[in-house]
């Protein structure tokens, strides 16, 4: 019988840091996945990282969507989820498309917006929700606290929309998501409830962040549904199973370039590679929020505030929640300020990570020539993910397989993508129906002590 997989803070060894008390306790899936992120602020990682054998890897070969994330799930879950339970959760998590679209050669676009919000948030999302609904003690009330950029809080929203037992609250930053995303986010509505900051994403983060390190609001039941939570990252791990599992020969390496933000999404890939899948590559692009590549060309990390605004407005970070855990899996300490305790291993980093900044103008040429060239429609995130990939080729030469992720679908923003193409995207019938619907956010600034009233005054802790 296996050993369940316990949970550490990334935090841990931080003795003598004024203000952190470091966590040296472990835990298992459960606790780390109610707690959000544990007591001395740091982030949850798993002691081990459950390895997928080569046999394992080429029987996966065609495997369905589910399939894949039946391995994955039980490879981490095994002993803590009845397997007959955990079928029950993944098939219920997965029951949309997943298309990998050829682009030129043997270069995929993986369409990760087929589901309820057009989002890749939607498939950490709906297991998230599905795998706390299964773990929360009966009785109590779990108050489930979110920070968004645009596409976090809708899919959160979505997928723990009518949960027995769950509320959920998202912040986000009033004057940088889009409309589409703002309509998606303030429409949920029932036990789903969404809070406009005035500020940046960052804000919007920190809040968050000081409401759980806060001992005052202990009694509140608060959890995380951020990728600040490893219940995030575990389901985001399954995509680059699948894709493998669907293009590639048997041991075949290959590429991914996953445009990233505050870095739960790449980090599925870096976990993905240490289970064993052959991956050659992880391409990080950012935005103009450039912190990690230039840390990697420098080994200086100096984070940006504030965070730099961009029309992938997603990814606009200035200090990714889960640079912790990548510094972590090479052997540094960073904390949720920013402040480097000890750097990794940034030459070993290197050899399995390349990042680039590309900037807004970089953006809207590659949508453009993109869908001029191949007929494919990306929006700026996906357009961030794949012109990484072209500077990647151009700087480390071609490889024969390549996987750029496209995160969010095109009808999420209509001008960017109309501007660059001459075609308005056509909407998914998931987007058709939030413009029927109605709400309104509830507005507050950036400031922690309203805030926490509003917490203390609002939320539940009893069913």
């Not at 039980?74 to 959760?89: D, N, Q, R, T, W």
């Not at 039941?221 to 493998?244: K, W």
């Not at 052997?331 to 070993?348: A, F, M």
């Amino acid at each position: 019988m296996s050993v369940q997989i316990r949970y550490y803070s990334t935090n841990r060894n931080l003795d003598g840091v004024r203000s952190i008390v470091p966590y040296t306790d472990c835990v298992s899936f459960k606790d780390a996945l109610v707690m959000g992120q544990a007591p001395d602020e740091g982030l949850f990682m798993p002691e081990r990282i459950p390895r997928l054998s080569a046999d394992v890897i080429r029987k996966l070969r065609g495997a369905s969507y589910v399939s894949a994330a039946m391995c994955v799930a039980s490879a981490f879950l095994e002993g803590e989820v009845e397997p007959e339970i955990l079928k029950k959760i993944v098939a219920d998590s997965y029951n949309f498309d997943v298309p990998l679209e050829r682009v030129v050669d043997n270069k995929y676009v993986m369409r990760l917006d087929q589901g309820p919000t057009a989002s890749f948030k939607d498939f950490a999302a709906r297991m998230m929700a599905r795998l706390m609904s299964h773990f929360r003690d009966r009785g109590k009330r779990l108050n489930v606290l979110v920070a968004t950029s645009g596409d976090t809080g809708s899919a959160v929203g979505e997928a723990f929309k009518g949960v027995a037992g769950i509320d959920v609250y998202i912040l986000y930053p009033r004057a940088e998501v889009s409309g589409m995303q703002k309509k998606q986010l303030d429409t949920i509505g029932g036990n789903v409830r969404t809070v406009s900051i005035d500020g940046k994403f960052d804000d919007c983060q920190n809040l968050v962040k000081q409401a759980f390190s806060d001992a005052a609001l202990s009694y509140l039941n608060l959890t995380s549904a951020n990728s600040i939570n490893f219940g995030r990252i575990l389901p985001q791990i399954i995509y680059y199973v699948y894709a493998h599992a669907r293009l590639a020969r048997d041991d075949e390496k290959i590429v991914f370039s996953v445009p990233s933000g505050n870095f739960g999404d790449a980090l599925g890939c870096e976990f993905a590679r240490r289970m064993g899948l052959p991956v050659e590559r992880i391409i990080m692009p950012t935005n103009e929020n450039d912190e990690f590549p230039r840390y990697l060309a420098t080994g200086i990390y100096k984070k940006i505030s504030p965070s730099r605004a961009c029309i992938s407005n997603a990814m606009n970070v200035g200090h990714p929640s889960n640079l912790a855990r990548l510094f972590d899996l090479y052997g540094g300490i960073v904390d949720r300020g920013g402040i480097v305790h000890k750097y990794p291993d940034r030459e070993e980093m290197k050899r399995h990570i390349f990042s680039v900044s590309v900037g807004d103008q970089e953006t809207r040429e590659t949508i453009g020539r993109v869908y001029r060239t191949y007929g494919i429609m990306l929006e700026p995130h996906g357009a961030v993910g794949w012109r990484g990939l072209e500077v990647y080729i151009d700087k480390c030469g071609d490889f024969p397989l390549c996987v750029s992720l496209e995160t969010a679908h095109p009808a999420k923003f209509p001008d960017d993508v109309k501007a660059e193409t001459g075609v308005t995207p056509e909407l998914p019938q998931s987007m058709k129906d939030v413009s029927r619907k109605t709400g309104e956010p509830l507005p507050m600034s950036g400031d922690y002590r309203e805030f926490r009233d509003y917490l203390r005054g609002t939320l539940k802790v009893r069913e």
